[in-house]
């Protein structure tokens, strides 16, 4: 018999959910843990966790734990030595691949047709015609991450008639598929990065990844280009970012991840011009709990019928972060 504990951060599963996971599979055990108590009590039988709610309580008592199938897009703030010690399959949630993606494009076009600038202006209750300096419409992005979310976000940009330069860690014929060029061959995108109109950051928090997008890179962009962050908020050195803006360079720049997050209202990210912040929601959907619960109703299908698992990560290629 598989033993399943559920342990989802948000909400709790709807009894529907419940019963269509118990008749997947005749032997199929469902305990919901919404106490920390349920979760330590039901670890040592458990071959499947589902969600990370009490993970770092749990994991110390888990004998027998294969898969952990987490609701999180990146679930790099789980790692920890007991994860490294069980060591069981870790698979992120990919259901929100296409909710993330249009919301990179919509930031990359607000800041394109200086929206912010206009909101403020009618905060301040001034009606003007200036266009305040809109940028001229993209013909190139360059779309670093060829994941789930990097791919959605290239049909999206292909189909608005942009020319997609994708960068990925290897070749991948989904990949290559929704770009126009791809490059994986270490630091070959470097040499390319001068053609991006727009900068689409989409790339899991790794050891290789982490302030990727440091001054040098920065710089490397072209003056008038749009950079978007809704991968991993380590991926970018805020630091350095605000100096590229702060000199005048770049076109704007939109992250819905910072790290680290503005402690407090003086913090200099929020008077950097020409930024754009979205406080971690590229996410949310107003059917959240109906699509999770549909991916993962497909992930334990695919799990018990011996198929090929979405999503999953090499937990020695983690990093520590947001």
């Not at 979205?278 to 549909?294: D, G, I, N, R, S």
Request: negative net charge; charged residues 20%.
């Amino acid at each position: 018999m598989s033993q399943l504990l559920l342990m989802y951060s948000n909400e709790q599963p709807s009894q529907a959910h419940i019963e269509r996971l118990k008749i997947l599979q005749v032997d199929v055990s469902v305990v919901v843990a919404d106490t920390e108590e349920i979760a330590i009590r039901h670890a040592a039988d458990t071959d499947i966790i589902l969600g990370h709610r009490y993970l770092r309580q749990t994991l110390p008592h888990t004998q027998r734990l294969k898969w952990l199938q987490s609701t999180a897009a990146g679930p790099h703030h789980l790692l920890s030595s007991d994860l490294r010690r069980v060591n069981p399959i870790l698979t992120r949630c990919t259901a929100f691949s296409d909710v993330v993606a249009w919301h990179a494009f919509t930031l990359a076009l607000s800041l394109m047709r200086r929206i912010p600038e206009a909101v403020k202006a009618h905060q301040q209750g001034i009606w003007t015609h200036s266009p305040f300096n809109m940028l001229s419409f993209p013909q190139t992005a360059m779309v670093f991450g060829m994941g789930c979310i990097g791919r959605e976000l290239a049909i999206i940009l292909r189909r608005n008639g942009l020319t997609v330069l994708g960068v990925a860690r290897k070749y991948s014929p989904e990949a290559d598929a929704v770009c126009d060029e791809l490059f994986y061959e270490k630091n070959d995108w470097l040499e390319h990065l001068h053609r991006a109109d727009f900068c689409f950051i989409t790339l899991p928090l790794t050891k290789n990844t982490y302030h990727l997008f440091d001054e040098t890179v920065l710089h490397t962009l072209p003056q008038h280009a749009v950079l978007v962050n809704v991968g991993r908020g380590g991926v970018v050195d805020t630091d350095a970012l605000v100096s590229t803006l702060q000199e005048g360079h770049l076109g704007g720049a939109a992250l819905d991840v910072i790290d680290p997050v503005p402690s407090s209202s003086f913090d200099p990210v929020w008077a950097a011009p020409r930024l754009l912040i979205t406080p971690k929601v590229a996410v949310f959907h107003p059917e959240h709990q109906k699509k999770l619960e549909a991916f993962i109703e497909d992930q334990v299908r695919r799990y018990l019928n011996g198929e090929k698992l979405l999503g999953i990560i090499t937990i020695n290629n983690l990093a520590e972060g947001d």
